[in-house]
């Protein structure tokens, strides 16, 4: 019997056909941008483990958000302690930071990460029991620029992979003192309509009512349209901050629309969010959110430092690309194959393809014993751009007859010459 893998999770094989975005061509291409972009902004890499005490999540992320009360893989290890599987990076990146004390190494303030999640969500399309996300976190700044700073590298990420029609949703969630008044005021007129609201939306309102405002429900809609608004209780300030980071956005020519009900699923933001929508996806069409969450550096028991950062949804970002575009990249194709005939021959061979490949050429060989025609054949299906049969007859000669597999052409080139005359023809950048 065999044994398939779980359902919602998935692997990434070397396929290039075009229609497949689990192609690990796909996924190094998008993860490569990922990664440099970072850096460009100054980012550096975080790697945490994919599994941590459940506490931390329960209390990071928030017990009444459905990542940590519906979709958490938790397990009890064999030391009778409970742990998760890493539903999100946010708070696992501020353990680290505080279990480091990372705010002492003021080099150390802008973090990213390309990592797995896992969530037991109901898998359909887009949605997925294991996806992974590139984010970033960044610690010690708040300023307007600060935060335009993370929009602009989740904007430029998208716009570097070749994304089109993208949108960027903002809001802005005030302070702890302006939301816990707007939220008092939106349960106070919700409980007038309780028993017409989604089944969803009547548990919300007890467990976690800002929620309610991004139901995608219609009769909740229609509701929530005279509901107070989360601006009339920001104060001057929190204004004013929000208005400078739409400014400066504009500035730099990112467009976005402001959208009063967008909250997020995750209980720690708290300033200005953000989300992006693609218009080639389904239902789940979020291929990142982020926002300003001060504050939860200090409730996991680290020093009080302002912080934000965002989460893109890498399965969604190459699914984005392949609908709007098809692939772009291609496996790569040896240079050269060599086929050995007879035991002296594959001795002689096995050196001269480490040789070659020291040259940062791509050689391989046949390393399965099969006969000329089926080796040749391989050598077909590899798309190799030259290949040449090596027997006992070559072996004492200065010369080598390398043959061009696009045009059946076969040339002398000494054994001397073999790298340059490689890496000089016209095939080989
Ligand atoms: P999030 O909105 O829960 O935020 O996830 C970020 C992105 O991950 C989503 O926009 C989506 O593209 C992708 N995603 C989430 N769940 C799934 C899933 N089940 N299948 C496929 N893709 C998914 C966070 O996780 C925050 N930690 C982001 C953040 C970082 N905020 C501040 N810093």
């Excluded at 192609?23 to 483990?49: D, K, M, N």
């Excluded at 929620?211 to 909740?220: H, M, P, Q, Y």
């Excluded at 909250?263 to 959110?289: H, K, M, P, W």
């Excluded at 040259?359 to 190799?384: E, P, S, V, W």
């Amino acid at each position: 019997m065999t044994i398939a893998a779980p359902p919602g999770v998935f692997d990434v094989l070397p396929d290039a056909s075009p229609e497949n975005w689990r192609s690990s061509y796909l996924w190094i291409y998008v993860e490569t941008i990922a990664r440099q972009l970072a850096t460009l902004f100054g980012y550096q890499e975080i790697r945490t483990p994919m599994f941590e005490r459940q506490e931390l999540f329960q209390r990071g992320v928030g017990d009444n958000t459905d990542i940590v009360s519906k979709e958490m893989y938790t397990f009890i290890d064999r030391g009778n302690r409970a742990m998760a599987l890493r539903p999100e990076g946010t708070a696992s990146v501020i353990r680290a930071y505080i279990e480091h004390r990372l705010d002492q190494q003021p080099s150390q303030q802008k973090l990213f990460y390309i990592a797995p999640m896992f969530r037991y969500e109901r898998s359909q399309s887009g949605r997925y029991r294991q996806h992974h996300q590139f984010g970033v976190e960044v610690f010690g700044a708040r300023s307007p620029a600060q935060d335009a700073e993370v929009i602009d590298l989740l904007h430029s990420f998208y716009k570097g992979v070749g994304l089109k029609n993208i949108e960027f949703y903002l809001n802005t969630l005030g302070a702890v003192e302006s939301r816990t008044a707007f939220r008092s005021a939106l349960v106070q007129y919700l409980e007038k309509f309780s028993n017409a609201l989604s089944e969803d939306s009547q548990r919300r309102l007890t467990t976690n009512p800002l929620r309610i405002l991004d139901s995608k429900e219609a009769k909740d809609q229609e509701i929530l349209a005279e509901a107070p608004s989360l601006y009339d209780f920001l104060t001057a300030d929190e204004k004013i901050y929000f208005e400078s980071v739409c400014q400066l956005l504009e500035a730099i020519g990112i467009s976005y629309k402001v959208n009063p009900k967008l909250v997020r699923g995750l209980d720690y933001y708290n300033g200005v969010v953000f989300e992006a929508t693609s218009d080639a996806l389904g239902a789940q069409n979020s291929i990142g959110g982020g926002g300003r969450y001060d504050g939860l550096v200090k409730l996991l028991g680290g020093p009080d430092v302002p912080s934000c950062g965002f989460g893109a949804g890498l399965e969604r970002v190459i699914q984005t690309l392949l609908a709007q575009q098809g692939t772009t990249t291609a496996p790569p194709c040896p240079d050269i194959y060599l086929v050995p005939l007879g035991d002296e021959a594959r001795s002689y061979c096995f050196k001269l393809l480490h040789r070659i490949r020291q040259k940062n050429i791509l050689a391989q060989m046949d390393l399965a014993g099969r006969k000329i025609g089926k080796a040749m054949q391989h050598a077909n299906t590899l798309k190799a751009k030259y290949s040449v049969v090596i027997g006992d007859n070559e072996l004492g000669k200065a010369f080598l007859s390398i043959k061009d597999m696009a045009t059946g052409t076969t040339e002398d080139v000494a054994l001397d010459n073999l790298e340059e005359y490689l890496k000089s023809s016209s095939k080989i950048p």
